[in-house]
């Protein structure tokens, strides 16, 4: 779904890249680089930008994480799901009673995106490019 632009700072989109610069173009949760394939999913990496807080108008750079497509879709994967509760209930007619945003983020799940990333054999390889130290 399309960001509304009016919900965010004039400033957004140097903000928003200043965040995906941080981290070299990296997702800050699983190290997916932004425009190379998936480490998991293979499908073209496009970096977002995460309120942590789930609060728009905090844009402080500690409450900014750059995020693949994957990780922020399962971080606000609650919040997607109310949402079309609401909009499935409210398409019958009928009324939900859920919070409009659930905003933050659920460590948990950060924790398990991590250690799914630590997995991957791609984390498991030696880098040819290091040098390495030999006791003799």
């Known amino acids: ?6 919900k965010y700072p ?3 989109n140097w903000l928003s890249r200043q965040i995906r610069n941080r981290n070299n173009q990296k997702c800050e949760l699983c190290d997916a680089t932004n425009g190379k394939p998936h480490w ?4 073209i990496v496009v970096l977002t930008v995460h ?18 497509q994957r990780c922020h879709l399962r971080l606000d994967l ?5 949402n079309r509760q609401k909009t499935a209930a409210t398409k019958k007619g009928g009324h939900m009673l859920c919070e409009d945003d659930l905003g933050g983020i659920d460590m948990n799940e950060i924790n398990d995106i ?15 490019n290091e040098t390495h ?4």
Do not use: F
Not at 1 to 6: F, W
Not at 40 to 43: D, H, L, M, Q, R
């Open 1 to 6: 779904m399309p960001m509304d632009k009016r």
């Open 10 to 12: 004039d400033n957004w």
């Open 40 to 43: 998991k999913t293979e499908s």
């Open 51 to 68: 309120h942590i807080d789930g609060n728009r108008t905090n844009n402080s750079e500690q409450n900014l994480i750059a995020l693949c």
């Open 78 to 82: 609650e919040k997607h799901i109310r």
């Open 114 to 128: 991590k250690e799914e990333q630590n997995q991957h054999p791609r984390n498991n390889e030696e880098d040819p």
């Open 133 to 136: 130290s030999q006791n003799t």
